[in-house]
């Protein structure tokens, strides 16, 4: 079965500090991309950034950026300068053959003001 | 571009009713997929269609069904309620057809629950 890993259910930063969250999947396509999603208490779930597995270099987004390990399946999510804003719950997830997307099961972060 | 619109946003039901929710995509994308959402379960996918055809399915019982129209809005009907559907249905659309190099962009959810 297609699976995606996220081991810390919650996690806190300060805030303007940096935090990573971490993600690990399992796939056999070769070519595909991984995102991360945020959903804040409002629900909306909206995409954060997004990895073409293809690209060695690892995707940038302000002040959000990933570190991609394709060898080790592994897709970590770091925020820098964490703001009140990016209280959320953040959702690893990759397409997963028949299903359109697969996901983790979140992280929940806090921001401490 | 707007975004992913569904409607409605809250819906309150009793068991053994059915309901019916909407979902707009993006302009131009062709392709829309349904997930559901619950504490226990976290998000499952249910459908996705594409070309007006169902494409893929999840595993859900035959209660839960839906279609897509020609202008690519999509509606996903649920019969004869449970006290478990209660949950937050999400609906993404893709340009096109799900894969491994397509991306979802998910509308604000509609929360239903069962009485």
């Known amino acids: 079965a297609q699976t995606v890993t996220q081991s810390q259910p919650e996690m806190s930063v300060q805030e303007a500090e940096t935090v990573t969250l971490s993600c690990t999947y399992d796939t056999s396509e070769s070519d595909y991309y991984l995102f991360w999603y945020k959903q804040p208490p409002s629900r909306q779930m909206i995409l954060v950034i997004r990895q073409e597995a293809y690209k060695q270099q690892n995707a940038t987004e302000n002040r959000f950026s990933v570190n991609f390990q394709k060898a080790a399946k592994s897709f970590s999510l770091k925020i820098s300068d964490s703001q009140l804003g990016d209280a959320a719950m953040y959702f690893c997830a990759y397409p997963g053959g028949n299903t359109p997307l697969v996901f983790g099961k979140g992280t929940r972060l806090s921001v401490i003001a | 571009k707007a975004g992913v619109t569904q409607t409605p946003r809250y819906l309150i039901k009793t068991r053994g009713q059915q309901v019916t929710l909407s979902c707009s995509p993006i302009s131009g994308h062709r392709s829309v997929s349904w997930y559901q959402q619950t504490p226990g379960q976290g998000l499952q996918f249910l459908f996705e269609y594409f070309s007006e055809t169902q494409r893929n399915k999840g595993n859900f019982p035959g209660r839960f069904s839906g279609r897509q129209f020609s202008n690519s809005r999509s509606e996903m009907n649920v019969s004869t309620l449970e006290l478990g559907d209660s949950a937050l249905y999400l609906c993404?659309?893709?340009?096109?057809?799900?894969?491994?190099?397509?991306?979802?962009?998910f509308g604000p959810g509609t929360r239903l629950l069962v009485l």
């Open positions: 993404a659309s893709s340009l096109a057809l799900a894969g491994p190099q397509e991306t979802q962009y």
